[in-house]
């Protein structure tokens, strides 16, 4: 089994509060070429409650979806930034962790503040929960046991499989793995569980299908990223200082999100670092926690920091 290590710029800021040193690295990765747009563009109608996003992504017809943590927290924003939509209310926690678009347009939420994966159509009817809310628990069909713990994202198989990463808190209470399922909703198996080793994790944070139909998976506080192919084989690992929370695959480059370290990195398609940017901090451009991103049709950066709001920015 191959073992990929790379090292990039690091300097960790705060929320799950991690201690260890190994956190606080510093090497020099090359400037990635964007600026800080104070602007975000989003415009939030008045009277409504626009909460931290949790989670930020485009669908095919270029318009951004912000899963945003006040009482109405799924919402659509056209490609002029006007709200279209918001719908989601009561159907969740306080921390609804992650929002994606399947290629049929449906639209799913991981929230890891009461345990369900939630499927709407692309009207927002609820087509699928899966999970029992606001209780958490082992998938284990053989004692009839249907629950989850801490879903954070969900990625799709061409053939209409989705992969669920689930096991957000680091330590004891969290059971951080993947769990696959058919297109119906049917379980077929899972793979992971709490530890160091290969296949192992501390928290399975992001999930990512890559073009050539691999999962990313980024071991959150493992610091690397695991891959794997679609029957949970593991393939092979990237190391990095830092925090890795999630991934996007563009044209021929992946995008990551480093949390607490206060970075965006552009990555080639084996995952070797290009080039970095940010850090953590209060002022323009820096960064609480670099939570999610994605990458607009013209090939700006929207960041979820689940501390700061919805940042943009746009090539130099």
């Not at 990095?240 to 992946?254: H, K, N, R, T």
Request: hydrophobic content about 40%.
């Amino acid at each position: 089994m191959k073992r990929t290590i790379l090292f990039l710029t690091c300097v960790v800021a705060f929320a799950q509060k991690p201690a260890d040193p190994k956190y606080f690295i510093q090497e020099q990765a090359p400037l990635l070429d964007y600026q800080f747009e104070p602007n975000n563009g989003l415009q939030i109608p008045a009277g409504f409650t626009f909460g931290f996003p949790g989670n930020v992504t485009f669908d095919k017809q270029g318009h951004l979806w912000v899963l945003n943590r006040g009482p109405v927290p799924v919402t659509e924003f056209d490609e002029n930034g006007k709200m279209l939509r918001a719908f989601g209310e009561g159907l969740f926690g306080n921390r609804p962790h992650a929002v994606r678009i399947d290629p049929e347009g449906n639209i799913w939420v991981a929230d890891g503040s009461t345990h369900i994966l939630v499927k709407f159509d692309p009207a927002g009817k609820v087509l699928m929960t899966l999970g029992t809310k606001g209780k958490a628990g082992t998938w284990d069909e053989a004692a009839g046991t249907r629950l989850l713990n801490q879903p954070n994202e969900v990625a799709f198989g061409r053939n209409g499989d989705f992969f669920l990463a689930q096991g957000h808190t680091p330590g004891a209470m969290g059971d951080p793995r993947v769990l696959k399922f058919d297109k119906n909703g049917n379980f077929i198996k899972t793979w992971g569980g709490k530890g160091t080793a290969p296949g192992k994790f501390e928290v399975a944070h992001g999930i990512v299908t890559s073009p050539k139909g691999e999962l990313w998976v980024t071991d959150r506080e493992n610091q690397r990223i695991q891959i794997f192919d679609q029957e949970g084989t593991y393939l092979r690992e990237v190391k990095y200082a830092g925090l890795p929370c999630a991934l996007e695959f563009g044209d021929g480059v992946i995008w990551m999100a480093n949390g607490f370290t206060g970075q965006l990195l552009k990555l080639d398609m084996d995952g070797k670092v290009l080039a970095a940017m940010g850090k953590p901090g209060d002022g323009p451009g820096e960064f609480g926690e670099a939570h999610y991103m994605t990458v607009s049709p013209k090939g700006d950066l929207y960041v979820a920091d689940v501390t700061k709001g919805v940042m943009k920015f746009v090539k130099k």
